[in-house]
Structures are given as C-alpha cells and as structure tokens.
C-alpha cells in the first residue's frame, strides 16, 4: 500500500479551522494514523514487546491529533511520547531481526488528510525523526508570534525566548541533516518512491538549511538592537542569511515542487530572501559609506536604492505566500525587519539627497556602479543528531517465532472476537 488520499471516517479528526499566523515556516505537520502491530507481530516477537510497541505508539496517536490547537506543554508532551517511542521502533529495523517489512504504518497530513501507508519501518524511524523536527519548528512559531491572539495587543519576545527560538531551529536543523545523511540512505530506492513529495531528500534539505537560514535572522535582529554589534557584524549576518536563503532555494532545484507543500516553500523562500537581500544591501552601503572617495558614497547610494527596490518586492513576494494554498496570516514586521521598512526609503532618500549631484558628474559610472554583496563563510551548522539505544525490551526478546498457548491465541485472534 502505499499513498493517497485518505478516507475521513468523521469520528474525532478535526481539520485546522483558523488561518495560521507564520513567523517560522512549516512545511506540513504529519501525525501516525492508528495501525495494528499487534497481528503482523504476533508469533515473532514477545507480547509483552508488541503491547509496548502498541501502546507508545497508540499514545502518540491520541497526543498528535489536536496539536496544531497545542500549546508550548502539549507540544513538550508529544516530543516526550516521540522519544520514549523511538528507541522501541528502532528494534525493528535490525537485519538480524527480519521484521523491518513487517508492519504496515501508515501517517497523514493534518492539513488535507493525505495518507501515506507502508510496510518498512525505516519508514516510520523517519516520519518520527521528522515530526520532531517539525515539533521544533512549531514550538519556535509560537515563540515568536508577536500578538496575543485574545486582545490583539503587542505581545514582546524576549531575549530570552529569541535564544531558545535559535536552539529549536538549530534541533530541527540536525533532526533533518539527520534524516538525509542516516536514515534516507537506509530505505530502499522502491519505497522512497512511494514518498509524499515533503519527504524527499531535497526537500528535508531545504528545510534543514532554512532553520539555519532562520536562526542567523534572530541573530541579526538581536545585533541590530545590541550597541555593541558593528556595522561589519550586521553586514556579515545579513549575507550569510542571504545565503543560506539561496542554498535552501537551491536543494529544491530536484525536487516536485508542483503540490501546495512544495510552492508554498518555495514562496517563502523567496520572500525572505528578498528581505534578507534588502537588509544585506542596507548595511553593505553604510559600510561603504565610510569610505572618503565619491566611488565609495555612489555605490552606497546605488546599495541603498537596490535596496529600497527589494524591499518593495517583498512585500508583494510576501502577500503572494499567504495567498497560497494553505492560507496564512504574517505577524507585523518583527526581528531586523520591524525597522527596516521605513528606516531602507529614508536613508536612501537622505543619502542621494547628499550625493546626488556625484551621479550627474559621472552618469556612466553610476549606472554601473552597484557592487557584489560580500560572500562570508557560513557560521552555523545543524546541531549534532544522534538516535537513541534500542530500547532494553529487545535484549531479552527471541526474534523466532513465539510459542503461544492455544488459549493465547484465540483471545489474540481478533476473528474469534468477532464471531463472538
């Protein structure tokens, strides 16, 4: 079995019914879907190991279904369930074993219900390595949404909370670099075919690098709002998100990109590359700027007006992502950005106000005086991902074939049950 559309069976799933406000962008949130383990496992491994596989994953289940209406405590609960789930799915995978096909598992998207179901537990090692790192790309949304949702004042983030945003994106980053380099390269090519298009390699990739991309953006407002943070720093931070922007536009140059998961990344992208781009060209002409011959103000100017013209078009760049499918909600302008949409115009004014007439004394060289942004070594790197143990359950489990009781197995026997 393999992927498709999912049939609602209208008993407890509830769709997202509010338009979401995003600062942290997130592909999609997929959540199990009830799966029996106990029948494909019954025989091969001990009941006490299935019941346990059964039970954590069935506690998963149940803690995912409401978590887009989550609060940060809900969401701590899932990653705990997720955790303590991992290490006994693990066993599974074991060559020795032979019980990585054994199950069928089966996960949906919260969005649209599309259902993606099949037999590899490798398969489902990944999809709970992934929802951690949406997990974490979740928990630093709701950190960062600027407004109390019940009165609509002007909730501020603290530094505080900006830094554990930073931890969250760099977890979410290494959970996916994680996913590609460690877990991808164990799943047969026939079954990575079946794949919804927000598993593929590059796809977690770009995800992976926009976290990153992401993480230097907080950074950057807390140099901007720091005395001490040089004009040099500012410049290094917004060309580096630059980028990580374009190296994560980049990883989906392979990829489907054609479903709305795939254009709305694509979207956003584009939007915060502009802002970045914009805010790079900023500081890269008050650099310049500081320089004693008339080339240095000319191209100061022409930074500060590309830079004017970008910010322009992220505005439309940024209506065009929260028109597309699914539909979203942007906080007001927060971070480095909060400043840059009036202090770009102004300064641009004022500056070709200055050295205007430098333009009419040399038009030639002006028209093509509009210089490279600085290229820097990226500073971040995904936080370092490791799988936990096998759970101690499987060192005491004999993967042969179990001997049950003829009473064991008509009470396990769900046909018995039913002709009951």
Known sequence: M???????????????????????????????????????????????LVDRLATLRSNVVALAEDIYHGDMSAVSELRRALEEYLPVVLGLTAKEGRLEASVQFSWRTIDDDQECCLASAWYEVLSVVHMMAMLALFEANLKLIPRDGQNGAEKKVSEDSKKDVVDSLLRASGCLDYSV??????????????????LQEGMLEAISIQSLAQCVEIQLGLASECEKATLSVKRRLACEQVSYFSKAHYCLSGCDTSDS??????????????????????YHALVLDKGSEPTNHISAVCCLSAADDILAESKRACLSFCLANPITRVPPPWGIMKNMHKKIPDVAYKKFQIYGHLFEQDKKSALQSLPDLPEFPLSLRPEDYEFPGTDSIWENVDCQPQIQSLKEHLEDDPETEDSK
């Not at 709305?264 to 900023?282: E, I, R, T």
Request: glycine share 6%; net charge positive.
């Open 261 to 282: 998961y795939g254009k709305k990344l694509l979207l956003f992208l584009k939007w915060k590359w502009m802002d970045a781009k914009a805010v790079a060209y900023y």
């Open 2 to 48: 393999g992927c498709g559309a999912s049939v609602p069976n209208g008993k407890g799933r509830k769709r997202r019914s509010v338009v979401q406000e995003v600062a942290v962008f997130i592909p999609t949130i997929r959540v199990p879907v009830a799966t029996d383990v106990v029948q494909p496992l019954r025989g091969l491994v001990s009941k006490e």
């Open 181 to 198: 380099h460690h877990i991808l390269v164990q799943i047969p090519a026939q079954i990575k075919k079946s794949f919804p298009s927000y």
